[in-house]
């Protein structure tokens, strides 16, 4: 089993920028491609960003290019999600996962943490 647990939600204002954590505990982390997810209220979870095993390979939504960077620590076991101009759209839960496959689709990926709530006010 992979934990992951995320962190540094909350609420900005539009134009803030917010970086998140995701903090793995159990099985080898750099086994792991890590990716960030998105949930807002009555829609369905969304690929936001994905980074794989060594770093050297990122991947974002389109919505994400340009405002997001995906990171990742793997001698700390937590990677990043740096997300800069928010705009109230970008209000969701944001959830960490990880595969044992590099994807960016949510079926891909075996291991999810709870997630951290952002909102973003106009």
């Known amino acids: 089993q992979l934990q992951l647990v995320e962190s540094g939600g909350g609420l900005v204002q539009a134009g803030d920028s917010l970086t998140l954590s995701c903090a793995a505990s159990?099985?080898?982390?750099?086994?792991?491609?890590m990716g960030w997810f998105r949930q807002a209220p009555g829609k369905e979870r969304e690929f936001v960003a994905a980074?794989?095993?060594?770093?050297?390979?990122?991947d974002y939504a389109d919505s994400a290019k340009g405002r997001v960077t995906i990171s990742r620590d793997n001698a700390n076991n937590t990677v990043y999600l740096q997300m800069n101009s928010l705009k109230p759209e970008d209000t969701a839960v944001y959830y960490c996962?990880?595969?044992?496959?590099?994807?960016?689709?949510?079926?891909?990926?075996?291991?999810w943490g709870q997630g951290t709530q952002v909102t973003v006010s106009s």
């Open positions: 996962a990880a595969s044992s496959v590099w994807s960016s689709g949510l079926d891909r990926y075996a291991y």
């Open positions: 980074i794989s095993w060594s770093g050297m390979r990122t």
């Open positions: 159990g099985r080898l982390f750099s086994n792991y491609a």
